[in-house]
């Protein structure tokens, strides 16, 4: 289905603005593991939670990337599906490596910001 320069415009910029949301949120994330970890130090082994704050900590560079505004080339000058897939919608790259919890995190996050961002196709 081909959308107008409009909409895929559109949908981009939402892709972008939830990426910074998201971004924002992981980094939350992370802030309260590391709290809760420091405050309840004997409640887990350290090494599970140094796994968790690094693996939200990769998500969130991936979403930093999806949200910048690093300039862009016109549609037509681009090389590879994936390039424009990665154009079209900056979030395709971030959704299409995330498991089902990650998912379900990033829906649970569009639900409460109330922006009416679609997950992207498959790359």
Known sequence: MLMSRWRLRAAGNEDRELAARL???????????A?????HPD???AAEVVDEIDAWA??????????????????????SPRERAL??????HVWNVSG???RAWI??????SGLG???PPSL
């Open 23 to 33: 971004a924002g949120e992981a980094l939350f994330e992370i802030r309260s593991l």
């Open 35 to 39: 709290v809760r970890a420091g405050r």
């Open 43 to 45: 409640e887990g082994p």
């Open 58 to 79: 990769k998500f969130c560079t991936e979403l930093l990337a999806a949200s910048g505004t690093r300039r862009r080339r016109r549609l037509g000058d681009l090389c």
């Open 87 to 92: 154009t079209e919608r900056p979030m395709s």
């Open 100 to 102: 089902p919890e990650r």
């Open 107 to 112: 829906l649970r996050q569009v639900d409460r």
């Open 117 to 119: 961002w679609t997950p």
